[in-house]
């Protein structure tokens, strides 16, 4: 399995445009995570899926990030409008039970 | 509030020598703890987990120790090598989360040849 992909690795965009991100989880993973990465914070939990259906969203900063998973193989997470404390690492996790295995992650800069 | 804490941002060792990396934690719902490796530019990767019924649990150069009554977990890497550079993340969970784990801030260690 080539592991979760995340796409694109890196994105740079204007303040007010919207960003779309994408991961790929490993096949037969139920579980799907979106993590957001700052020197202040570190690693923060976003969103979850368990079986595609959203879990806990309550790490979701505000009504301008939303996440969606419509099948098992796809999952976006998307920031409209996008402001310059939204940059970051983003990554997106699989995982079965307890261990998640990450993506490389996409650095988000909004200038 | 965080649940997980690596105190020590960062750690310096002799290759060949003893890394010990620390971990603390309040919530005593955790019931399962795990160590991620991570690279730059890269995403963590997995290392090495405990389940709290244990207190103990090794895997070749890694070994993981597990003190419930303190809350505390530690990663001893020996040896270390050059390549072990990275940041090391202790990460938690409890068995009704469905997997969510909470994760530390993270503990940059560099071992020097």
């Known amino acids: 399995d080539a592991g979760v992909i995340q796409s694109p690795r890196h994105e740079v965009t204007e303040m007010g445009q919207e960003v779309t991100l994408r991961c790929k989880p490993i096949?037969?993973?139920?579980?799907l995570f979106w993590y957001r990465q700052t020197m202040m914070r570190g690693l923060e939990l976003l969103i979850y899926?368990?079986?595609?259906?959203?879990?806990?969203d309550s790490g979701m900063p505000e009504d301008r990030f939303s996440a969606k998973m419509p099948n098992a193989s796809f999952s976006t997470l998307k920031i409209q409008p996008s402001e310059p404390r939204d940059s970051a690492v983003y990554f997106c996790?699989?995982?079965?039970?307890?261990?998640?295995?990450f993506g490389a992650g996409t650095r988000l800069s909004v200038l | 509030d965080q649940q997980v804490k690596q105190n020590s941002p960062s750690l310096s060792v002799q290759e060949g020598r003893i890394s010990i990396l620390n971990c603390d934690y309040t919530?005593?719902?955790?019931?399962?703890f795990l160590w991620y490796k991570k690279y730059p530019a890269e995403g963590p990767t997995f290392l090495i987990s405990?389940?709290?019924?244990?207190d103990k649990n090794e895997d070749g150069r890694f070994t993981v120790f597990l003190n419930k009554s303190a809350k505390h977990l530690s990663l001893h890497i020996v040896p270390s090598q050059p390549g072990d550079s990275a940041v090391y993340f202790c990460?938690?969970?409890?068995?009704?989360?469905?997997?969510?784990?909470?994760f530390g801030k993270g503990t940059k260690l560099s071992v020097k040849p």
């Open positions: 096949s037969g993973h139920n579980s």
């Open positions: 919530n005593s719902m955790f019931d399962y």
């Open positions: 996790a699989s995982g079965t039970k307890n261990i998640q295995y």
């Open positions: 405990i389940s709290s019924i244990k």
């Open positions: 990460a938690a969970s409890n068995g009704g989360s469905q997997g969510n784990l909470i």
């Open positions: 899926f368990n079986n595609n259906v959203p879990i806990d």
